[in-house]
């Protein structure tokens, strides 16, 4: 196949970009200088590779983080919600008969009830943060293009995922990364914030496996709950962590670090994914922790 990934520069678009080419794929990326949010800077660099004939997009390109989208909420949805509207009108003229695969987000459920936890993909949505909000409106988005113009669009709704080469901005990059500083500096004591909260957590090289395969057998206008299926205390992942490093040292949580709005526990129900697509997370949490602490490692005693 014939792909383009937006975002391809960011931690999931650089391990989609090889993953496709390991598959054999033909990957084209949208330059990271294009303005998203400039619907002819847009439609410019879709058009230039018209052709390329290009059988499937990944749009990944976003504002991504949970915590900074509250400062920056106009900014978010101009990204998040107009971006995705320009990309999706950009398709449709230059690769109408290409499938969209547009990434959501777990967030978009927001608090839910654990009776209905795991949660399947037509659980109501309740966004908590404008990040969450942003994605939930840019799927009614993509949703409103299939159901109008019956553009192929589908809806990956990945879970928190994890890997090398992540951003410390996240939860289990941000503790691996202060177990190697802490080992580098002698120090016994790390400061974290909430680490009673639950995810359900995926590596990112079995997440970028299910795009593809949404892009080889999803059903344009369905939703895919990318995840698997087991919910993780943030304080046991930090534990594994820690033994994981051969280390000494103990987690301190600090309040002045824990979000006023959080969901406390999430698990997501992948039975669609696993039914249609055949997918199933292959690699194990431990793995993904090890692999984590070792890129940090290199890159820490690198610099």
């Known amino acids: 196949m014939k792909a383009l990934i937006t975002g391809a520069s960011g931690f999931v678009g650089g391990h989609l970009a090889k993953h496709l080419l390991s598959r054999g794929d033909e990957v084209f990326t949208l330059d990271p200088a294009v303005d998203i949010t400039e619907q002819s800077a847009v439609f410019e660099a879709v058009a230039g590779l018209a052709s390329q004939r290009v059988d499937v997009i990944y749009h990944l390109a976003a504002l991504a983080h949970v915590g900074d989208s509250f400062g920056s909420a106009v900014n978010v949805f101009r990204v998040n919600v107009m971006g995705t509207l320009h990309l999706l009108?950009?398709?449709?003229?230059?690769?109408?008969?290409?499938?969209?695969?547009?990434?959501?987000?777990?967030?978009?459920?927001?608090?839910?009830?654990?009776?209905?936890?795991?949660?399947?993909?037509?659980?109501?949505?309740?966004?908590?943060?404008p990040y969450a909000a942003s994605k939930a409106a840019a799927e009614h988005v993509a949703l409103q293009a299939f159901r109008a113009y019956g553009q192929r669009v589908i809806i990956a709704r990945p879970f928190n995922h994890i890997g090398p080469g992540q951003s410390e901005s996240y939860v289990v990059s941000a503790l691996a990364k202060r177990v190697v500083m802490a080992k580098l500096d002698g120090s016994h004591s790390i400061v974290a914030g909430n680490l009673q909260s639950k995810r359900d957590f995926t590596d990112v090289r079995d997440v970028v496996n299910a795009y593809r395969k949404m892009a080889e057998f999803g059903e344009p206008g369905a939703l895919y709950?990318?995840?698997?299926?087991?919910?993780?205390?943030?304080?046991?992942?930090?534990?594994?962590?820690?033994?994981?490093?051969?280390?000494?040292?103990?987690?301190?949580?600090d309040p002045g670090l824990v979000r006023d709005v959080e969901v406390s526990d999430i698990v997501g129900d992948s039975s669609r994914c696993q039914s249609e697509l055949n997918w199933r997370p292959r690699i194990p949490i431990e793995e993904s922790l090890k692999d984590v602490l070792e890129w940090w490692s290199a890159h820490l005693v690198a610099d």
């Open 89 to 129: 009108e950009s398709v449709r003229k230059v690769f109408p008969e290409a499938k969209v695969i547009f990434v959501s987000s777990s967030e978009v459920y927001g608090r839910v009830d654990p009776q209905y936890l795991p949660v399947a993909e037509d659980a109501p949505l309740a966004p908590l943060s």
């Open 225 to 253: 709950n990318v995840c698997s299926g087991r919910s993780e205390m943030i304080a046991d992942l930090a534990d594994k962590i820690i033994s994981l490093a051969h280390a000494d040292i103990t987690f301190v949580s």
